[in-house]
């Protein structure tokens, strides 16, 4: 019996001691310690009560995954639910809806009713058409063309509702925007669609001829899109491809020159839109590289965001595996089925990517973002890799830029990256002799356009001239090498001009920087110890049809080719070329050395920009006096006399081209394989009717200033749709 008693008494002591371990803690908790209230059955209802938590949350809180706040005893609608007038409410079998699912069975619904709507416009379009007919309102297209006084197209409010949307056009377009599709780039018009970004709207028919526009005059500068596809083709592969060869095809738009300043904002905000996307279609890094050849017009080089917009090119480029295109799986998450078609596109994108990088780096003196590794050094035989033989020439020309830039400018030993003149004489040696090979190599493929950047590429190499020391044995040598040099990529541009036809105004802007940088070559040379070795007249000739032409490369008044060639032309009339021509003076001196040094070749440019600003303010010359009429730098009357530009711009025989040389006057149009491009389809050699040709717009006094270069009094007034910059 002890043992039993044993055996009973010790469970009793365990539970007396979990008993008073519960009163102590009820007791902290504030709650009743009596022991009838901690018997069995309340714990196990304690325990079932833990199981099946309180649901504190109504639906809609619920739904949203947010904290809610209701009160169940007695009953309060929570915060959230008052204050968007929603139904509060608590049910236990509740259950969350997923999104996708939801927004699944909204499209399916969203299909029905198009269909729906289809059917009903397809039996009341013909006599909704008629209707307005005999009322007597005009078309859509008539209502697109129309520009305000201000130069900005008509919005949708501005338009009559019954004209382009239907009160059934109006609910699919409320559709639209509840599933998710932009319907602000559509407006309907029973069977018509009219492409629209913000407030600027085009018509079918408008498209259509600003792209025969830009695959006729534009993309024989840099062939890599598909002429064939549609522009509907082209819209959904990427809108911003889309409107940019709407823009670039906008450039020289005789039948509505409002348009490419309308496109400006717009445009260059769906870039910056599109960009903060990711992951990007690699259609966007065509669309990049269309903006860096052709890009918005500005009146200041410290808005332009070319250069930072080539970088962002290459780095999308590299990130959706462009340099790598058969191995795309590398760089996505997703699988991916490699098309031989679409691998060969990828390889051309890639290729023209570098093109125009090397070229954005070049003409604005910076060092390369290019790689040209495998993809584009690669003797496969495999045909994919290939390129085509319109873009591999200009490949080749443009590595060798590469080259050039890297041999000479990117000494790790120089605060500036300048080589050594020992070094750089050497390797000017073996350059020009790797330039000799590449003429000869191109020289069964070359057509006029290759030939033109395989000069610019010659300048390029030559323009280190500027660098050397006076007293280098081969000084003068080197100077004759770089006359000759800017010479032949002139006389290349000209004979675009006069063997092709009128299409030196559609050429990128690079081919402008390297013209601009070739005037100023001329310019320098002209007035220092060697212009005794070289023709003055010829080169004066020169100079003054460079100025011309760099103004037939102007888009828009006060845009910076423009205003440069107005410095240019003031820097040769306020500078003496031609006096020091005449003089006795042979001696080498150091007259051509640069204080600009960091700009690569294109220092000379920034050199002569900055030597002008100085001269013009030590002087104090009134600049007002000269910014009346645009400087004939051959006029030997006064730049302020405005009879001085009147008489020369009655002189020209170059159809449209008022003002320009009259050795200009244009051979007539040549078929388009002289461009380098296959031929296009029937009816689009002859010019369109959109077709602009150079324009010279009587130059505004107040707005042609580079960035805080001169100081002035008055304000700085827009013009020609150019954002004002404040002068400092």
């Not at 009879?643 to 006057?665: C, F, Y």
Request: charged share 20%; glycine share 6%; aromatic share 8%.
């Amino acid at each position: 019996m002890a043992g039993v008693n044993n055996q009973v008494t010790a469970p009793s002591a365990a539970t007396a001691d979990a008993m008073s371990s519960r009163k102590r803690n009820v007791a902290l908790a504030g709650m009743d310690s009596s022991p009838g209230s901690i018997d069995d059955g309340e714990d196990l209802d304690r325990d079932d009560k833990r199981r099946q938590p309180v649901k504190r949350a109504c639906n809609e809180c619920r739904q949203q995954k947010l904290r809610c706040d209701v009160v169940q005893d007695p009953w309060t609608d929570c915060s959230r639910c008052r204050r968007l007038k929603l139904e509060c409410k608590i049910e236990s079998n509740f259950k969350r809806v997923g999104k996708r699912s939801r927004n699944a069975e909204m499209e399916r619904e969203i299909i029905e009713l198009r269909k729906q709507i289809a059917t009903a416009n397809s039996g009341a379009g013909a006599y909704q058409q008629q209707s307005q007919l005999s009322a007597g309102q005009v078309t859509p297209k008539q209502e697109s063309n129309h520009v305000s006084p201000a130069g900005v197209y008509q919005t949708p409010s501005a338009m009559s509702a019954d004209q382009y949307m239907g009160s059934q056009e109006a609910v699919a377009s409320l559709l639209d925007l509840r599933s998710g599709f932009d319907s602000s780039n559509y407006m309907r018009n029973n069977t018509h669609q009219f492409k629209r970004i913000e407030d600027v709207i085009v018509v079918p028919e408008k498209v259509k001829e600003l792209f025969n526009l830009f695959f006729t005059y534009y993309h024989p500068f840099l062939p890599f899109l598909n002429r064939t596809k549609t522009p509907e083709d082209y819209f959904s592969a990427s809108p911003l491809l889309f409107w940019t060869i709407v823009s670039v095809g906008a450039r020289r738009y005789q039948s509505d020159s409002g348009l490419l300043t309308s496109l400006a904002g717009p445009v260059t905000r769906l870039v910056w839109s599109t960009l903060a996307d990711i992951p990007q279609s690699y259609h966007v890094v065509k669309a990049l590289c269309l903006l860096c050849s052709w890009p918005f017009p500005t009146s200041s080089t410290s808005t332009d965001p070319t250069f930072m917009l080539c970088g962002m090119m290459v780095q999308v480029a590299m990130q959706l595996g462009l340099h790598r295109p058969s191995h795309t799986q590398d760089f996505s998450k997703f699988r991916v089925e490699l098309i031989e078609e679409e691998l060969r596109d990828k390889v051309q994108t890639w290729a023209i990517c570098n093109i125009v990088a090397q070229r954005v780096s070049t003409g604005y003196g910076q060092p390369p973002s290019t790689l040209y590794d495998w993809t584009l050094s690669s003797d496969s035989t495999d045909p994919n890799f290939k390129l085509p033989s319109d873009i591999r020439p200009r490949l080749d020309v443009e590595k060798f830029c590469d080259k050039i830039t890297r041999a000479l400018y990117s000494n790790r030993r120089d605060p500036v990256g300048l080589s050594t003149d020992q070094e750089r004489h050497a390797m000017i040696s073996f350059l020009s002799r790797d330039f000799d090979e590449l003429e000869e190599q191109l020289k069964t493929q070359q057509d006029a356009i290759t030939k033109l950047y395989l000069r610019a590429a010659n300048l390029h190499l030559h323009l280190s001239a500027f660098f050397d020391e006076p007293s280098t044995k081969d000084y003068r040598e080197r100077l004759l090498s770089l006359y000759v040099a800017t010479t032949s990529f002139l006389e290349a541009a000209m004979n675009l001009e006069t063997d092709v036809g009128p299409v030196l105004s559609y050429t990128p802007y690079y081919i402008y920087q390297m013209m601009v940088a070739a005037g100023c070559t001329l310019l320098k040379l002209s007035k220092s110890f060697f212009s005794s070795h070289i023709d003055m007249e010829y080169t004066k000739n020169l100079f003054n049809r460079t100025i011309w032409a760099i103004r037939g490369v102007s888009v828009s008044s006060n845009d910076l080719p423009e205003r440069l060639a107005e410095v240019l032309a003031q820097m040769w009339r306020l500078g003496g070329g031609t006096q020091r021509a005449t003089g006795s003076n042979t001696d080498v001196d150091d007259s051509l050395r640069l204080k600009v040094r960091c700009r690569m070749s294109m220092s000379l440019l920034f050199d002569s920009v900055w030597r002008w600003r100085e001269d013009t303010r030590t002087k104090g010359r009134n600049i007002e006096a000269y910014l009346k009429n645009p400087t004939n730098p051959d006029s030997a009357a006064d730049s302020s006399n405005a009879s001085s530009v009147g008489l020369v711009r009655t002189q020209s025989s170059t159809p449209g081209i008022s003002g320009g040389d009259p050795s200009l006057a244009p051979a007539p149009m040549l078929a388009a394989p002289s461009l380098g491009v296959q031929p296009p389809g029937p009816g689009v050699n002859s010019l369109p009717s959109g077709f602009m040709e150079p324009n010279y717009e009587v130059f505004d006094p107040l707005n042609w200033l580079l960035d805080g270069l001169v100081d002035l009094p008055y304000s700085y007034s827009a013009v020609g749709g150019i954002e004002p910059q404040s002068i400092v």
